[in-house]
């Protein structure tokens, strides 16, 4: 045994891992120890998906989407095998107004069951499209819901028991939009898609040698979730965007499994931040810099009017690479590095007036609503071979996930408050179903500025108590629930997720 395996079986044992042997070879797959085939890409043009507005039938807006496999050429010189959304992999973005009917036509061409959520929408919860509402492969499910959000950036993907994590690797997931064009006109908001409005959807990816996907969700890659060594913004590596215009939107959007971002530009340049998760802010926010779990969502709006070329950075340090015990462990992994995401040349932009609006919206006040319940959730770790190399050992209040068993039950169209406590070792990014939320406080202070609007998703760093108020909805269904859980697609299906009625 080399000397680092030593010390690191020593330190497994005082950090509470209960004491098995662990055999070379799962010593090194839990300390994330794999070879990563480290591919070189050279620059390529920004990718914009597919755009699909749907089609007006009957006073809806209807969608046809169909859950596929093929061959996808991600890397230089060889494809990978992928599944995707109407394409070979990822899916294109869907673009839709509030108070729109939309009707999703899913049709399951894979051969493997696959359920398809639409993250952030307030909807019924038999259209909600979770673990329940599985596609049998060869079966159409339809989802419909009149659209109550409110124009932000969303994000729809694969909620399949016990396989989101792998399915969204492998590529099923992608941006939705809900827009109000004639508000961002009047407030100077870009949002003419591909030209001055564009997708940012960041997911990390390894592969192997012979280009196929390197995913694993045992081990390290169960505890700090599964992470790439290849980053890749609209499914494609080292692109650089040559935006037509001098000022523009980039929906951040963190798409990946398990990876937290720390995002700035490489001049540190301000940029100015206009919706959150669920809906704009009701005043930008100036930011040089804003940090991203998994699945959340930023709109920002960048002046690239001085022509210089610039690229979206990432900062190492956040998340849950260098987390307590696994960083000592998986320290040594280089996952958690400073890397660019995309590049930005502005040279050929024509000048248009930059962005001066400071006021955007104006939002209800909620700060004296009443409270009909207050919920407590622990969010917890096993630490233990069970949730290194078994299939649970995440749990929300003691318990794995049960499709059969209903968490909570709250009441419709009340505000509730959920008190998000985390005792474990790496941060988990909780996220509820069925609404956009505020949050009151983390630790007892005020949240960060960055994420000061409607919310789907929040960071529960290592021992912080986070706050948040939830509005529960006008939709009853006494039999069909919606989730909550951690954001880490890993820790979901390892059983950090719950489920709560509204009636
Ligand atoms: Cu983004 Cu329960 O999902
Ligand atoms: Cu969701
Ligand atoms: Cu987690």
Same mark, same amino acid.
């Given at each position: 045994?080399?000397?680092?395996?030593?010390?690191?079986t020593?330190?497994?044992?005082?950090?509470?891992?209960?004491?098995?042997?662990?055999?070379?070879?799962?010593?090194?797959?839990?300390?994330?120890?794999?070879?990563?085939?480290?591919?070189?890409? &050279?620059l390529?043009?920004?990718?914009?998906?597919?755009?699909?507005?749907?089609?007006?039938?009957?006073?809806?807006?209807?969608?046809?989407?169909?859950?596929?496999?093929?061959?996808?050429?991600?890397?230089?010189?060889?494809?990978?095998?992928?599944?995707?959304?109407?394409?070979?992999?990822?899916?294109?973005?869907?673009?839709?107004?509030?108070?729109?009917?939309?009707?999703?036509?899913?049709?399951?061409?894979?051969?493997?069951?696959?359920?398809?959520?639409?993250?952030?929408? @307030?909807? =019924?919860?038999?259209?909600d499209?979770g673990?329940?509402?599985? @596609?049998?492969?060869?079966?159409?499910?339809?989802?419909?819901?009149?659209?109550?959000?409110?124009?932000?950036?969303?994000?729809?993907?694969?909620?399949?028991?016990?396989?989101?994590?792998?399915?969204?690797?492998?590529?099923?997931?992608?941006?939705m939009?809900?827009?109000?064009?004639?508000?961002?006109?009047?407030?100077?908001? =870009?949002?003419?898609?591909?030209?001055?409005?564009?997708?940012?959807?960041?997911?990390?990816? &390894?592969?192997?040698? &012979?280009?196929?996907?390197?995913y694993?969700?045992?081990?390290?890659?169960? #505890?700090?979730?599964m992470?790439?060594?290849?980053?890749?913004?609209?499914?494609?590596?080292?692109?650089?965007?040559?935006?037509?215009k001098?000022? @523009?939107?980039?929906?951040?959007?963190?798409a990946?499994?398990?990876?937290?971002?720390?995002?700035?530009?490489?001049?540190?340049?301000?940029?100015?931040?206009?919706?959150?998760?669920?809906?704009?802010?009701?005043?930008?926010?100036?930011?040089?810099?804003?940090?991203?779990?998994?699945?959340?969502?930023?709109?920002?709006?960048?002046?690239?009017?001085?022509?210089?070329?610039?690229?979206?950075r990432?900062?190492?340090?956040?998340?849950?690479?260098?987390?307590? #015990?696994?960083?000592? #462990?998986?320290?040594?992994?280089?996952?958690?590095?400073?890397?660019?995401?995309?590049?930005?040349?502005?040279?050929?932009?024509?000048?248009?007036?930059?962005?001066?609006?400071?006021?955007l919206?104006?939002?209800?006040?909620?700060?004296?609503?009443?409270?009909a319940?207050?919920?407590?959730?622990?969010?917890e770790?096993? #630490?233990?071979?069970?949730?290194?190399?078994?299939?649970?050992?995440?749990?929300i209040?003691?318990?794995?996930?049960?499709?059969?068993?209903?968490?909570?039950?709250?009441?419709?169209?009340?505000?509730?408050?959920?008190?998000?406590?985390?005792?474990?070792?790496?941060?988990?990014?909780?996220?509820?179903?069925?609404?956009?939320?505020?949050?009151?406080?983390?630790?007892?202070?005020?949240?960060?500025?960055?994420?000061?609007?409607?919310?789907?998703?929040?960071?529960?760093?290592?021992?912080?108590?986070?706050?948040?108020?939830?509005?529960?909805?006008?939709?009853?269904?006494?039999?069909?629930?919606?989730?909550?859980?951690?954001?880490?697609?890993?820790?979901?299906?390892?059983?950090?997720?719950?489920?709560?009625?509204?009636?």
């Amino acid at each position: 045994m080399k000397r680092r395996d030593f010390l690191l079986t020593g330190l497994g044992v005082t950090a509470g891992v209960t004491a098995v042997s662990f055999a070379p070879y799962a010593m090194s797959q839990m300390m994330g120890r794999r070879r990563n085939y480290q591919p070189s890409f &050279s620059l390529q043009n920004f990718a914009v998906p597919a755009l699909d507005e749907g089609t007006a039938i009957d006073g809806k807006q209807v969608f046809k989407l169909a859950l596929q496999s093929g061959e996808s050429r991600i890397l230089p010189n060889t494809s990978t095998a992928t599944i995707g959304i109407n394409q070979n992999f990822l899916a294109p973005v869907l673009r839709f107004k509030k108070n729109q009917t939309v009707r999703m036509e899913v049709s399951n061409k894979l051969n493997e069951a696959a359920a398809l959520h639409w993250h952030g929408m @307030i909807l =019924p919860a038999s259209q909600d499209g979770g673990p329940h509402q599985a @596609i049998k492969p060869g079966d159409t499910w339809v989802a419909e819901w009149k659209v109550l959000n409110e124009p932000a950036t969303y994000f729809y993907h694969s909620h399949t028991h016990n396989h989101t994590a792998e399915q969204v690797w492998r590529g099923l997931g992608g941006q939705m939009q809900i827009v109000d064009e004639d508000r961002d006109q009047e407030l100077g908001i =870009p949002h003419q898609y591909g030209v001055d409005d564009f997708p940012v959807i960041i997911t990390d990816r &390894s592969f192997t040698e &012979s280009g196929a996907f390197q995913y694993s969700n045992s081990g390290m890659q169960r #505890m700090q979730g599964m992470h790439g060594n290849v980053i890749l913004v609209n499914g494609i590596a080292n692109s650089v965007l040559k935006p037509e215009k001098s000022l @523009i939107r980039l929906r951040l959007h963190n798409a990946s499994n398990a990876r937290f971002y720390h995002l700035h530009f490489s001049d540190n340049r301000p940029f100015q931040l206009v919706a959150t998760d669920g809906g704009i802010l009701a005043q930008a926010q100036p930011l040089n810099d804003i940090r991203l779990a998994p699945a959340e969502r930023a709109d920002i709006i960048v002046d690239v009017s001085d022509g210089k070329s610039l690229s979206l950075r990432n900062k190492k340090g956040y998340g849950n690479l260098n987390r307590g #015990m696994m960083g000592m #462990m998986g320290g040594g992994s280089g996952l958690d590095s400073d890397f660019d995401l995309f590049h930005i040349d502005a040279s050929k932009a024509s000048k248009v007036a930059g962005f001066k609006t400071t006021q955007l919206v104006s939002f209800p006040d909620w700060t004296n609503v009443d409270i009909a319940a207050t919920r407590q959730l622990q969010l917890e770790m096993q #630490m233990g071979p069970a949730m290194m190399f078994g299939s649970g050992g995440f749990t929300i209040n003691k318990k794995g996930y049960d499709l059969n068993v209903i968490n909570e039950v709250a009441k419709a169209n009340t505000f509730e408050i959920w008190e998000l406590n985390n005792p474990s070792v790496t941060h988990h990014p909780i996220h509820v179903h069925n609404t956009q939320f505020r949050i009151i406080d983390r630790n007892g202070r005020l949240p960060y500025i960055w994420e000061r609007g409607l919310k789907d998703t929040v960071t529960v760093s290592a021992d912080e108590k986070v706050r948040i108020l939830v509005p529960t909805g006008p939709y009853k269904d006494a039999k069909m629930p919606y989730m909550y859980h951690c954001h880490i697609l890993e820790h979901e299906d390892a059983g950090m997720m719950g489920q709560f009625t509204v009636t």
